[in-house]
């Protein structure tokens, strides 16, 4: 059953609007029309061939950044009903999150980090804000989807400020810098990097961490990677596997990581839940701006529950994204992207036409021009990589 809305909860009604003005919906609000806008956008489509940790043609039942999102949307949706939050926006963001991310997974990411260095590095959040400001080209009007600014926020803050009040950047950007999509961009139009997101943001971000841990398990057991019974490591995990023997004495190794899949998530879903209200209580929020200037996030695991969490992680990490099989897929993955990165810096004329300069290739920096070859790369599909490796290359790996 829905919470009734809470008081913190992001209100359609008082949106603080869109960049360029546009006349208001008949039918849907707001934040209904920036999910719908997403869910019919080029990139979100181009999540279904593009990687989680398995290439795409590696198996049809292995999950991909279109399912990713996906299960991501359910349970922020699940977690937002629960805590009286607006739904609409909340799936917005969780069906947002993953839309900058080029192919080839973190493999990818890696890689084009390493191409730009010497222009920013890449960050995917900042390419999903490039996408849904810039790169998206399906409105006579605006470039980019024309989101709402707290859509714009949730995306590039669901992980928290970016930077102090002074403008300093702070947590993981305090050695690097603001990713340079990002800075340019709330230059003009300023989306408040010192503070929290709303609640519907912070969801969607947890939202994140559970669907990773409970679907990498699932394809990690379906790729044989690991069994059930090497996740009695970990206590969490342990325990859910004793019950489902107890209740279920005969069942299928199978059947018996579908049930630990689905108990975990449950399990997480009521221990944010729980951990929120808690917080809530405490914290007395009166509006969504008492929740983005508290001093911490509000949507969160318990101590102990993130430190189960956290073992859940460090078991796919070594069992799973460091296990010999994926680590050289990925490694030649990120060798396509670096081949196909030097190809069109050396050779622009292997570009599409509709990627070349307007005014021809002495009219941009060198770095406008890696930026630009970086933005391709990054809304390639796996398979498109490969397709255009092919095309320009004497040989390609095959990714199995």
Known sequence: MAAPRSVYACDPERSRGRLLAEPPSKTRSPFRRDCDRVIHSTAFRRLKYKTQVFVFHE??????RLTHTLEVAQIARALARQLGL??????TLALAHDLGHPPFGHAGERALDSCLQAHGGFDH??????????LEHRYPGFDGLNLTWESLEGI???NGPLTERNGAAAGRYRGHGIPAGISEYVGTHDLELWSFASLEAQVAAIADDIAYDAHDIDDGLRAGLFRVDDLKVMPLTAEM??????HYPELDDDRRGAELVRELISYLIGAVVSETRRRLDLARPESVDDVRNHREVLIAFSADVA?????IKSFLK???YRHPRVMRVMGEAEQILFDLFARYQRRPGDLPAEWLPPDGPGSETETDRARRIGNFIAGMTDRFALTEHQRLFDSTPDLR
């Open 59 to 64: 198996g049809d039942h292995y999950r991909t």
């Open 86 to 91: 607006d739904e609409d926006l909340t799936e």
């Open 125 to 134: 959040n900042a390419q999903t804000l490039r996408v849904v400001t810039l």
């Open 156 to 158: 590039v803050k669901h």
């Open 241 to 246: 596997i004793g019950e489902i023997a107890r």
């Open 307 to 311: 430190q189960a969490e956290a073992d």
């Open 318 to 320: 070594l069992r799973m």
